[in-house]
Every structure is written in structure tokens, then in C-alpha cells.
């Protein structure tokens, strides 16, 4: 018997490990590391050291080093000093002499790369962002261990050496090119597409596909150039970062406050969502009772680790795209309108009302908003050569399974479309019971799976705040039970506190309709296009060519007055906004 279950071991090893570099056991680790890419807070990730093969295989425990070994054998000479050179060169009177030839989490492990192997691109950036990349180093050398507690998989580093003799040390990217497309169409596709056929209600059918493909292209083109922007320094992994170097130290703060209303709109759209739909199919209990269970529920999955949270992120791709097949099925099923693909509803080329356009702008943004970990998945990339290649897969999949949901969605319920569209139809009795019942059970599946995830940074917040990061260690006298008691107490209570804060606000805003638009025209208008723009003007300059700044302040300034439009008009009353 013995014997058996270690062959069924064996197998089930052998077929977690089938297909090499994109095996099960390798989607996982990706799966946990993307998971661990919304910081609000930046801090410190885990490293390991890679072995010198050009491509890094996971083989077991000798072909990586943790952080806490010893370091890598750097000798001084042979390492480039490079921020020294560059400090010097610009005369910001920053870099100083300890500075040659460090790295930004520790001086043996990550040698600084400003200036060198992208030396094309950095010796184009602003003389700003030279001293900003210089500051950024040296504020990560001033902290040069990595905090205790990270869960996560950790990054990768590799030493190089290059024809000079000097040597690197680079982060190293593990994500092969599927396993990059899976996080980032996980990053992106949510809830927000439920909102789409509202959007086409409000801007109609022309104005409404405009604005979907608009949002698309433009989304996708500052993917891309926050990956430029990364490529002026190695040691830049995410949006902070680059924050931090284009605008100094404010810059960084005001990105973490954005992180922090996004992920708590994103909770709250979430509780919203479920208790919505319960309502719906089991009326017996009020919406804000489905609002308190749904807290309830969310409650002890706030304390599980991350290796078991990321693994259940695949659950809400699976979730959302079967949610728009089984609508597309119940469409074809019913034979007459309302909520019929064979009969459909009155449906219009321009708005109604043209005062409700402005509604649109938020709900057509909202499924864009990834760009906070787009640098993240970027620098995870075993080639990041083929990150453009990965983008175009994501967004075509993206673009197709959000237009399909707007299109799909106002065909069938037409003027009567609601906040969300599952809502229509969970309404109608019509559609197949099992179903019906499917949607519940993938909508209920969304907020368990995604909102864990997005507390984890937020509860990181809170646990700094209140002197509990993980950064912070215990005095010799601390070590009692007592005070270990205590800030384990305060930390589970941050925990529950997150949570019920989330429930509240969902309580105190239950309009799915304008959470989505408000977070839209608010928050990714300015993280996902404004932001990334401003970025990239500010590290480049002039050294872009007139065709591309001019394109780029267009997309700015038009960005910047839908974005204030839109949150404006989210922020309206409806009763007002019908009457103008």
C-alpha cells in the first residue's frame, strides 16, 4: 500500500512538472509572485540568487541562494561604479564615493546599472530624473535587508559579466510568455465588465464602441512605455518606482494613496456585487444582510497565506468569462425580448440623453485598470523582449470578452439594463434555472478569490501605521509573551477592521454603477493613462520625437478633462443629471 501511494506521489509529481518552464508547479510560482505585485507600501521584495546559465531552471534548492547566505563574491574593482561616474558627471552633488558600484537592496547582491547595459536609454532621460534614480538608490541602500514575513515567491537575481570585466548583478525574470499573459488577463479582467452595457446605454452604440476601443488602444500603448521606463534602470521593478525617479518622493506617496482608494473601491464594488445578486435569487434575506454575510465570509479568509489566495486567482478569470458565455446561452435560449439575442431590445446609435455621456467615460474605463502591476509582470519576464507580443494577446482576449459582454448585454435588456447586467438577468425566470444558479455561484466566487487579495496591501498599510510592518523588529525586552500576544491581537484586528470597513462602505454606497464609474473617471484615468504619460514625458523630455510628445500631451490633456468630467458626474445625483 505504501509502495502505491508513493507511485501516485511520483505521478502527480511528473505531471505538475510536465512542460518544463511552463508546468503547473511554474504557473503556480507565477500565480504567487503576480499576487504579490499590488504594494501600496514600497517595500523590499525577497531575493534569491540565480545560477550563471543564460536561462534560469528551477531544479531544486542548489540552483538558488537565499537572501540571508552569503553574498556573492563581488571584488570592488570589477564591480562598475556606476552612480559614482554619474553623480559626478552631472554635478547633482547626491552620489557619493560609497556609493560606486552598489545596488539598491544590498551593495553584493544588486550592483547599480544606471548608465551601463541601457546606457542608450538612460544617457537620454532629464537631468531631474538622473538625480531622482541616484536618490532612489540611495534611500534602498539605506534599508538593505529585505523585510521578514514576505510569503511570497521571491525575485531572482543573476550576476553578468560584460566585455569590460566588470560584473552585474540584474533581476532576473522567471514568468515565460503564457504564464505572463495569464497574470496580466487576470489583472485586468474583473467585475467592471459587468457594468459595460450600461456604459453603451449611456453613450449609445457609436460614441459607446469609440470610447471601448479608445480606452483599449490607449491603455495598451502606456503598458507599453511604462516598460520603457523601466528599461532606464534595472533595479526599477514597480510603479512606485517610477514615480519615484520621474517625480521624487511626493510622487510616490500620492501613488500609494491612489493604490489604496483603487484596491478599497474594488472591495466594496465586489461586496456591492454579491449582495446584489443573492438579493436577487434569494430574496429572503435583505441586501444589507447579504452585505454582513458576505463580510462574514470574508473575515477568516483574510487570514490565510498567500500561497493559498494566489493559487485561487485562476478561479476569477474562469469566473468572469464563463459569466458572459452563460448570459450569450440565455440569450439564445429565450425566444423573445426582454433579455433575447433572437428578438433583441430597442437599442440606439447616439444617447438618449446626451447628459448622461459623461457616465459612460468612468464604467468604459473601469476594466482597464492594471497598470499598477503591469511594471511588476514586466520585470518578471524571462524575455521581456516579448512583452509587447504579450500585451497584444492580453488585450485582444480582454477587448473581445468585455466588448461581447456590452454588446451582449444591452442587445438583450436594452433601456432596462441595470447597474449590472447579471442583475437583469437573475430577474428574468425565463433562462435555465442551472444557469441561473451557475452565475450566483461564479459571482460568489469573485469577492471570495479577489478580495482577500486586494486586503493584503491595505492591511499591510494599516500594520505600518500602527508600527506593526514587517520591517519593524522586537527590542530584546519585547520578547515576552505578553507583547507577542498583543501584536499578533492588533494585527488580527486590523484584519477584521479592513474588512467590516469595506462592508460599511458598501453599505453606506450600494450603487454598483457609480462605485465603477467613479473609480473609472478617478482612478484609472490617472493610473492607468495620465500618470504612465506623465512618466514617460518627464524621464525622456525632448528626447522624444515632436510626433510622439504631441501625441502623448494629446492623450494627456484629453485624459485629464474626462477624467474630471467623469468623476464629476459620478458624483451627481441621477435625478439631476435627467434633467439637464
Same mark, same amino acid.
Given at each position: 500500500?505504501?509502495?502505491?501511494?508513493?507511485?501516485?506521489?511520483?505521478?502527480?509529481?511528473?505531471?505538475?512538472?510536465?512542460?518544463?518552464?511552463?508546468?503547473?508547479?511554474?504557473?503556480?510560482?507565477?500565480?504567487?509572485?503576480?499576487?504579490?505585485?499590488?504594494?501600496?507600501?514600497?517595500?523590499?521584495?525577497?531575493?534569491?540568487?540565480?545560477?550563471?546559465?543564460?536561462?534560469?531552471?528551477?531544479?531544486?534548492?542548489?540552483?538558488?541562494?537565499?537572501?540571508?547566505?552569503?553574498?556573492?563574491?563581488?571584488?570592488?574593482?570589477?564591480?562598475?561604479?556606476?552612480?559614482?561616474?554619474?553623480?559626478?558627471?552631472?554635478?547633482?552633488?547626491?552620489?557619493?564615493?560609497?556609493?560606486?558600484?552598489?545596488?539598491? &537592496? /544590498?551593495?553584493?547582491?544588486?550592483?547599480?546599472?544606471?548608465? =551601463?547595459?541601457?546606457?542608450?536609454?538612460?544617457?537620454?532621460?532629464?537631468?531631474?530624473?538622473?538625480?531622482?534614480?541616484?536618490?532612489?538608490?540611495?534611500?534602498?541602500?539605506?534599508?538593505?535587508?529585505?523585510? =521578514?514575513?514576505?510569503?511570497?515567491?521571491?525575485?531572482?537575481?543573476?550576476?553578468?559579466?560584460?566585455?569590460?570585466?566588470?560584473?552585474? @548583478?540584474?533581476?532576473?525574470?522567471?514568468?515565460?510568455?503564457?504564464?505572463?499573459?495569464? $497574470?496580466?488577463? $487576470?489583472?485586468?479582467?474583473?467585475?467592471?465588465? !459587468?457594468?459595460?452595457?450600461?456604459?453603451?446605454?449611456?453613450?449609445?452604440?457609436?460614441?459607446?464602441?469609440?470610447?471601448?476601443? &479608445?480606452?483599449?488602444?490607449?491603455?495598451?500603448?502606456?503598458?507599453?512605455?511604462?516598460?520603457?521606463?523601466?528599461?532606464?534602470?534595472?533595479?526599477?521593478?514597480?510603479?512606485?518606482?517610477?514615480?519615484?525617479?520621474? &517625480?521624487?518622493?511626493?510622487?510616490?506617496?500620492?501613488?500609494?494613496?491612489?493604490?489604496?482608494?483603487?484596491?478599497?473601491?474594488?472591495?466594496?464594488?465586489? *461586496?456591492?456585487?454579491?449582495?446584489?445578486?443573492?438579493?436577487?435569487?434569494?430574496?429572503?434575506?435583505?441586501?444589507?444582510?447579504?452585505?454582513?454575510?458576505?463580510?462574514?465570509? !470574508?473575515?477568516?479568509? @483574510?487570514?490565510?497565506?498567500?500561497?493559498?489566495?494566489?493559487v485561487t486567482s485562476i478561479l476569477g478569470i474562469l469566473s468572469c468569462t464563463s459569466i458572459v458565455v452563460i448570459i450569450c446561452i440565455d440569450g439564445l435560449v429565450k425566444p423573445d425580448a426582454p433579455g433575447s439575442l433572437r428578438?433583441?431590445?430597442?437599442?440606439?446609435?447616439?444617447?438618449? @440623453?446626451?447628459? =448622461?455621456?459623461?457616465?459612460?467615460?468612468?464604467?468604459?474605463?473601469?476594466?482597464?485598470?492594471?497598470?499598477?502591476?503591469?511594471? @511588476?509582470?514586466?520585470?518578471?519576464?524571462?524575455?521581456?523582449?516579448?512583452?509587447?507580443?504579450?500585451?497584444?494577446?492580453?488585450?485582444?482576449?480582454?477587448?473581445?470578452?468585455?466588448?461581447?459582454?456590452?454588446?451582449?448585454?444591452?442587445?438583450?435588456?436594452?433601456?432596462?439594463?441595470?447597474?449590472?447586467?447579471?442583475?437583469?438577468?437573475?430577474?428574468?425566470?425565463?433562462?435555465?434555472?442551472?444557469?441561473?444558479?451557475?452565475?450566483?455561484?461564479?459571482?460568489?466566487?469573485?469577492?471570495?478569490?479577489?478580495?482577500?487579495? /486586494?486586503?493584503?496591501?491595505?492591511?499591510?498599510?494599516?500594520?505600518?501605521?500602527?508600527?506593526?510592518?514587517?520591517?519593524?523588529?522586537?527590542?530584546? $525586552?519585547?520578547?515576552?509573551?505578553?507583547?507577542?500576544?498583543?501584536?499578533?491581537?492588533?494585527?488580527?484586528?486590523?484584519?477584521?477592521?479592513? #474588512?467590516?470597513?469595506?462592508?460599511?462602505?458598501?453599505?453606506?454606497?450600494?450603487?454598483?454603477?457609480?462605485?465603477?464609474?467613479?473609480?473609472?473617471?478617478?482612478?484609472?484615468?490617472?493610473?492607468?493613462?495620465?500618470?504612465?504619460?506623465? &512618466?514617460?514625458?518627464?524621464?525622456?523630455?525632448?528626447?522624444?520625437?515632436?510626433?510622439?510628445?504631441?501625441?502623448?500631451?494629446?492623450?494627456? #490633456?484629453?485624459?485629464?478633462?474626462?477624467?474630471? *468630467?467623469? =468623476?464629476?458626474?459620478?458624483?451627481?445625483?441621477?435625478?439631476?443629471?435627467?434633467?439637464?
Amino acid at each position: 500500500m505504501f509502495t502505491k501511494f508513493n507511485r501516485s506521489a511520483s505521478f502527480s509529481t511528473r505531471f505538475r512538472q510536465a512542460g518544463g518552464v511552463n508546468s503547473i508547479d511554474n504557473f503556480a510560482r507565477s500565480w504567487q509572485r503576480a499576487a504579490c505585485f499590488p504594494e501600496v507600501i514600497p517595500r523590499q521584495p525577497s531575493f534569491v540568487a540565480a545560477d550563471s546559465d543564460d536561462e534560469w531552471h528551477p531544479s531544486g534548492a542548489e540552483s538558488i541562494r537565499p537572501h540571508g547566505s552569503p553574498p556573492l563574491d563581488l571584488d570592488p574593482s570589477l564591480t562598475r561604479p556606476l552612480l559614482g561616474m554619474q553623480g559626478e558627471a552631472h554635478g547633482s552633488g547626491i552620489a557619493g564615493p560609497g556609493l560606486a558600484g552598489k545596488g539598491i &537592496f /544590498n551593495a553584493s547582491l544588486l550592483g547599480s546599472s544606471f548608465g =551601463t547595459s541601457y546606457g542608450t536609454i538612460s544617457s537620454r532621460v532629464s537631468e531631474s530624473t538622473r538625480k531622482h534614480v541616484i536618490e532612489f538608490h540611495r534611500e534602498q541602500q539605506a534599508h538593505p535587508e529585505p523585510p =521578514t514575513g514576505h510569503d511570497g515567491e521571491p525575485l531572482l537575481l543573476k550576476q553578468v559579466q560584460h566585455e569590460d570585466g566588470t560584473r552585474e @548583478n540584474i533581476v532576473v525574470g522567471q514568468s515565460t510568455v503564457p504564464q505572463t499573459i495569464f $497574470n496580466s488577463v $487576470n489583472v485586468l479582467i474583473g467585475v467592471g465588465l !459587468l457594468s459595460l452595457p450600461l456604459a453603451m446605454k449611456h453613450a449609445g452604440w457609436l460614441l459607446g464602441l469609440i470610447l471601448l476601443l &479608445f480606452s483599449a488602444i490607449t491603455t495598451s500603448y502606456t503598458a507599453k512605455i511604462l516598460a520603457k521606463c523601466l528599461d532606464v534602470d534595472r533595479s526599477l521593478v514597480t510603479y512606485a518606482d517610477l514615480a519615484y525617479i520621474s &517625480f521624487g518622493h511626493h510622487a510616490r506617496v500620492v501613488t500609494s494613496l491612489l493604490f489604496c482608494l483603487e484596491l478599497l473601491g474594488a472591495c466594496v464594488a465586489l *461586496v456591492v456585487l454579491f449582495a446584489d445578486s443573492l438579493h436577487v435569487l434569494f430574496p429572503g434575506l435583505s441586501i444589507l444582510q447579504w452585505q454582513l454575510v458576505c463580510g462574514v465570509m !470574508l473575515v477568516p479568509l @483574510n487570514f490565510l497565506p498567500l500561497r493559498l489566495l494566489s493559487v485561487t486567482s485562476i478561479l476569477g478569470i474562469l469566473s468572469c468569462t464563463s459569466i458572459v458565455v452563460i448570459i450569450c446561452i440565455d440569450g439564445l435560449v429565450k425566444p423573445d425580448a426582454p433579455g433575447s439575442l433572437r428578438d433583441p431590445s430597442k437599442t440606439y446609435l447616439f444617447p438618449d @440623453n446626451w447628459a =448622461t455621456i459623461p457616465l459612460s467615460f468612468g464604467l468604459i474605463m473601469s476594466p482597464w485598470g492594471g497598470h499598477g502591476v503591469f511594471p @511588476n509582470i514586466y520585470r518578471d519576464m524571462r524575455h521581456p523582449h516579448k512583452y509587447a507580443k504579450s500585451l497584444w494577446a492580453t488585450y485582444i482576449f480582454t477587448y473581445s470578452l468585455d466588448c461581447a459582454m456590452a454588446i451582449l448585454g444591452w442587445l438583450m435588456f436594452g433601456d432596462g439594463i441595470r447597474d449590472e447586467v447579471t442583475a437583469n438577468v437573475l430577474r428574468v425566470d425565463e433562462y435555465p434555472r442551472f444557469l441561473s444558479i451557475c452565475i450566483i455561484v461564479f459571482i460568489a466566487i469573485i469577492p471570495i478569490t479577489k478580495v482577500p487579495l /486586494n486586503c493584503r496591501p491595505l492591511v499591510a498599510t494599516a500594520e505600518v501605521l500602527c508600527g506593526l510592518g514587517p520591517h519593524i523588529e522586537l527590542d530584546s $525586552n519585547e520578547h515576552s509573551g505578553r507583547r507577542i500576544f498583543f501584536r499578533q491581537s492588533l494585527s488580527a484586528f486590523i484584519r477584521i477592521l479592513v #474588512i467590516a470597513l469595506i462592508v460599511v462602505m458598501a453599505i453606506i454606497f450600494p450603487s454598483f454603477d457609480r462605485i465603477m464609474a467613479l473609480m473609472g473617471s478617478a482612478l484609472c484615468f490617472t493610473i492607468c493613462i495620465i500618470l504612465p504619460l506623465a &512618466f514617460y514625458l518627464k524621464i525622456f523630455g525632448k528626447e522624444i520625437s515632436p510626433k510622439e510628445r504631441l501625441l502623448d500631451w494629446f492623450l494627456l #490633456i484629453i485624459s485629464s478633462i474626462s477624467a474630471v *468630467v467623469g =468623476t464629476v458626474w459620478a458624483l451627481l445625483p441621477q435625478e439631476m443629471i435627467s434633467s439637464l
